[in-house]
């Protein structure tokens, strides 16, 4: 039996965006749907334990959200002309028309180019995700007050600079929707590795930023570049799981347990793979997808083709030249060709400014002079990469290699 | 509808060596423009460049200081602006790309909305 806080908790993780952008479709007003929408979730609170959990509980918070916008309109109406508005010269759909189209351009509006990168993942995970203003705080380790104002001050850019509520149009669509993609993206990495605190992986990033991926898949099927991106955060979510010991301590790719990948989201990532790269030339995502795949192909670590994922680095570095694909290329090279190969390729990119802070880079290297049994070297490398990171879980794990190689 | 005044800002150097060829690009760049945005375009004006700038304010005991130049000096001065009414700023947006300061290395333009105090 499901109890009414759990329905209403899923009903909040599943269908907030669509509960808020038919909302908004009809105030225009961001601030004012949101109310709304948070009175229609109180509403199933108090309502559900005596009529029961409806059929669609989706549409029941819609119509609940809607009539109660609609009532505040009518009694403000005069008061509302003054108010900032969210523009849109189309006519108002009745409830059940275009519900997918008004989350699109929830979407699209909150990725606006002319918002900050910050103010657009902000907004994405606070209106169209549904998280808390304490929560998106978290996630990007800054104040609640210091996230209140900026996203305060990002809807407040959508009215009076008045950024349209609308999927661009096609001539557009290309540079807003690698806009969009970025920040999925970026929720779905941060999520995945927390740049601070106690716990490693943040499933409620993760699980937001999939979502989001998937309803951009459902909506426009046909854009390889979305498929792309959802075939990759697929796979590396198919080894979610396994990425932390019984005993909460991180392990690697080659300690982790393959039977526990999850085989159905390896399955599906893979054929949307297929068809991104059947579409298109490939582009950023599809190659990290398609190395995540090389990955999940591999029975065991030994088998793993690592001559493939080298070629593959080569063909992203193209697509997307970045010290960082760089460094991960160097770690493969150094698993196919042996830890000084790697070494070697690590060399040029100790000078590199873009990575002085990166604390991977240290790891990395201090990993290669391990293997090639550089003892105090590698213990001076694990230091440095100590000092980079602020996540216990990453902590834990370099300080028990530095204890390893201090030992010998 | 909503107004914006768009800010052209570029390098005062740059545009001051433009030889008469140059211009002339320009000028038929800024017609297909203003063809383009039609009766959208409520004024416009190209400016002269910031030496011929004068700033007012105040001298801090109730008078006025007034000094040559432009309040900033900065490299990229304004050069020009347009006042334009459009239904939003996507709008906006696609019409101020076709300015040909937006393509050239050492300008850009810069949007900002109208107050709406109706």
Known sequence: MTTVSEAVAEAHRAEWARVFATTAQLTRDLDLAEECAQDAYAQALLTWPRTGIPDRPGAWLTTIARNRARDVLRRESTFRRAMPLLVSDEPVPGPEDGLDDDRLRLIFTCCHPALGRDAQVALTLRLVCGLSTAEVARAYLVQEATMAARITRAKKKIAKARIPYRVPAPDQLAERLSAVLEVVHLIFTTGHTAPTGAQLVRRDLTGSAIRLARMLHLLMPNEAEITGLLALLLLVESRADTRLSDSGRLLLLSEQDRSRWDTRLIGEGTALLTDALRRQAPTRYAVEAAIAAVHAEAKAWEETDWSEIVSLYGVLLQLWPSPVVELNRAVALGFRDGPAAGLDALTPLLADPALATYGYLSAVRADFLRRLRRWAEAADAYEEALALTDNEVERAFLIGRLEEVRAH | ?118
């Open chain 2, 1 to 118: 509808m909503a107004k914006y005044l768009i800010l052209i800002y570029g390098d005062a150097q740059r545009w001051d060596a433009m030889t008469a060829e140059d211009r002339k690009e320009l000028e038929a760049g800024h017609a297909s423009f203003s063809k383009a945005a039609g009766s959208r375009v409520l004024a416009g004006h190209e400016l002269e460049l910031a030496p011929m700038a004068t700033t007012l304010r105040t001298d801090g005991v109730g008078g006025v200081t007034t000094t040559d130049g432009p309040f900033l000096e900065a490299k990229e001065a304004v050069g020009g602006y347009y006042l334009m009414e459009a239904a939003d700023l996507d709008e906006v947006m696609g019409l101020a790309a076709l300015l040909p300061e937006v393509h050239a290395d050492h300008s850009g333009v810069e949007i900002r909305p109208i107050v709406d105090h109706g």
